[in-house]
């Protein structure tokens, strides 16, 4: 009897113990769970919340060989983010850890996700430079030496070392395409030069093909050299395919040129804004008033427009052009006919003179 009632008393006690351990399960089923809520309210709040940044952005530079994970961790220490594990798991996740080098806005607002995913996509910010048609191979690098976040090298330290770093042997004039280029924070002046010198040779290739017949030019470099003279003759694009039919014309019947800037570039820096007739008599390889033929190199940066007129040059009589006074040419077959011109537009100048024509722009303001 005895035995029978301690068994009793063990069978009492299991359904006891069952319940406590139940207890302790779900609490820890509980405590799981809220752990993992917690840890998913936490990534959460870490990947869309946004990020610390000033109302005008963020300007952050990722130099080459970074890594997302030495972004994410530079950030957390400037508390632009939190939890930059949470983040480098998303991206892991999403196949997006690769990142490209360059300088990035973060616009304010962006959260986690959105930094990923411009580091991913590389989306950069660029910069813009602008050569001017008729600008000097001088003025065009330092226009590119003073651009926004340009890097300076001892390659652009001077045009003669530019014009060794590009490969161009003497006078690299000429040579710079000119138009607008895109480039990255860092860029190095030479670089972009080089896109530029390498543009100029491809679009003066593809013209040269394109040339009319006959004309007085015995290679590309000839037609870079009138173009040139065309770009600095005229500011009215109508105007260059005539210019080039005058000088061609010229070329032909061995008359000299007589181009006023071709002499203004030989002067240099004594060039004082006056062009004198006292220097159209000092003999220099651009005095074409001196020297007959074409100066032996260009004498300013021509675009596709003025290469074009120099390889499909207007035909005509005329042998002669005078400034007019309103950015446009009068032309005369005769010397007889340019000096009538000459005394119209030249001696008896109008008040409101001058050697470029009116802007679309500039004409809505008058």
Known sequence: ?????????????????????????LICVVAFLAAIGGGLWIAERSLVQPLAVAP??????????????????RLESQEVLRSPRIIRLYARIKEQSSIHPGEYIIPAGSNAMDLVARLHRGDVTSYRV?????????QALEQVRAAERITSTEAGDSVSAAASALGISGNPEGWIFPDTYVY????????????????????????????EQGLPYQTPYDALIMASMVEKETGAPWERDEIAGVFVRRLDKGMRLQTDPTVIYGMGEAYNGNLRRADLRKATPYNTYMVGGMPPTPIALPGREAIHAALHPKEGDALYFVAKGDGSHHFSATLAEHNRAVREYQLKRRTDYRSSPVQPDEAEQH
């Open 184 to 211: 990255r924070s860092g860029t190095a002046e030479i670089e972009l030069l080089r896109q530029a010198y390498e543009r100029m040779q491809n679009i003066l290739q593809a013209e040269w093909e394109g040339r």
């Open 130 to 138: 602008t050569i001017v048609e008729g600008w000097t191979f001088r």
């Open 1 to 25: 009897m005895a035995s029978n009632k301690s068994n009793k008393k063990k069978q009492r006690k299991k359904p006891a113990r069952r319940g406590a351990f139940w207890g302790i399960f």
């Open 56 to 73: 005008d952005g963020l300007r952050m530079d990722v130099e080459p060989g970074s890594n997302l994970s030495r972004v994410l961790n």
